[in-house]
């Protein structure tokens, strides 16, 4: 949102919705603080997916952290394809919203 702020795609009102509807959201969500636990998970999640799937480190995070912290009936929701797609090969349940 910020950059689409900066390259004045949307409005300073809007860019502000965005943050306070997100700061809400965030109330609900259930996070996993940044261990080493998670980044050892994240570090394997490279070494396994990332130079033949084209994994990035901040989404071995995401995707890590997830693992640690989820149940086996939740779903990890993501926009990225290559993501969702690694996501599907770790066993997850994945929901792409702009794919529905």
Same mark, same amino acid.
């Given at each position: 949102?910020?950059?689409?702020?900066?390259?004045?795609?949307? $409005? %300073?009102?809007?860019?502000?919705? +965005? =943050? @306070?509807?997100? !700061?809400?959201? /965030?109330?609900?969500?259930? $996070? %996993?603080?940044?261990?080493?636990? +998670? =980044? @050892?998970?994240? !570090?394997?999640? /490279?070494?396994?997916?990332?130079?033949?799937?084209?994994?990035?480190?901040?989404?071995?995070?995401?995707?890590?952290?997830?693992?640690?912290?989820?149940?086996?009936?939740?779903?990890?929701?993501?926009?990225?394809?290559?993501?969702?797609?690694?996501?599907?090969?770790?066993?997850?349940?994945?929901?792409?919203?702009?794919?529905?």
């Amino acid at each position: 949102m910020c950059r689409r702020y900066r390259q004045k795609e949307i $409005t %300073e009102d809007n860019f502000n919705n +965005v =943050l @306070n509807d997100f !700061e809400e959201q /965030m109330k609900t969500f259930n $996070t %996993e603080s940044m261990s080493s636990v +998670v =980044l @050892n998970e994240a !570090e394997r999640l /490279m070494t396994k997916y990332g130079r033949h799937y084209g994994l990035r480190s901040l989404d071995a995070l995401h995707l890590g952290a997830f693992q640690l912290l989820s149940d086996k009936d939740w779903f990890f929701v993501c926009a990225d394809e290559t993501l969702c797609m690694v996501a599907e090969k770790c066993g997850m349940q994945v929901k792409n919203p702009l794919a529905e």
